[in-house]
């Protein structure tokens, strides 16, 4: 491998399957498409594209490679200045900074860990929690509010909804909007168990 290309560093905040399917796309890239990972970063650098899912798109579109790889690929060939996987401390600084977002993230986190085996991740649009996978996830919005993203059907609660356009996991099959960190009362502390219990 090129002194200027290295893989990223290992994610944090994944379980271990996660970890390990994680450590599978690395290792099948040169098998799979018969190009070295250094090989497939000078592709990804010819990309004319500048934004992230563009240049996804682009490879996809001229090379087949897909969603995966694509990602994989473009972390090397295009490294965040901050806030990778690995940097989950301050791409969680970086997000949380409205106070009354935080709480909500707080009271999430505190009842989302009550629950065995949990490992909570931090992404760059959202906090994600999972046992074998991730069962929730927690973004912040606009005005002190936050969206939480639950591995259960929208029909489980009357307040949830379909997502769309989410960028978690697509296991996260209906959401909720927090409107404060009290919102996390005992009603959704059982949606957290039952998304978990999927997991």
């Not at 399917?21 to 650098?45: M, P, Y």
């Amino acid at each position: 491998m090129a002194a200027d290309t290295k893989p990223p560093a290992p994610p944090s905040g994944l379980s271990p399957r996660q970890q390990k399917w994680f450590a599978s796309v690395q290792a099948s890239l040169e098998r799979d498409t018969g190009r070295t990972l250094d090989e497939w970063v000078a592709i990804a650098r010819t990309c004319p594209e500048t934004k992230h899912r563009a240049r996804a798109a682009w490879l996809k579109a001229n090379y087949g490679l897909l969603q995966n790889r694509a990602m994989h690929v473009l972390s090397v060939a295009f490294p965040p200045e901050t806030g990778g996987w690995a940097e989950g401390d301050t791409l969680r600084d970086a997000l949380w900074t409205d106070p009354a977002s935080r709480a909500i993230l707080e009271a999430v986190q505190a009842a989302a860990t009550a629950l065995p085996d949990v490992v909570m991740g931090q992404r760059k649009q959202f906090t994600a929690f999972s046992r074998e996978f991730q069962f929730v996830s927690v973004k912040p919005l606009k005005g002190g509010k936050a969206s939480l993203g639950l591995a259960v059907a929208p029909d489980a609660d009357p307040r949830l909804e379909v997502p769309k356009n989410e960028a978690w996991s697509e296991r996260l099959k209906s959401k909720m909007l927090l409107e404060n960190a009290g919102a996390v009362d005992a009603s959704v502390k059982a949606l957290l168990k039952a998304a978990w219990e999927r997991s």
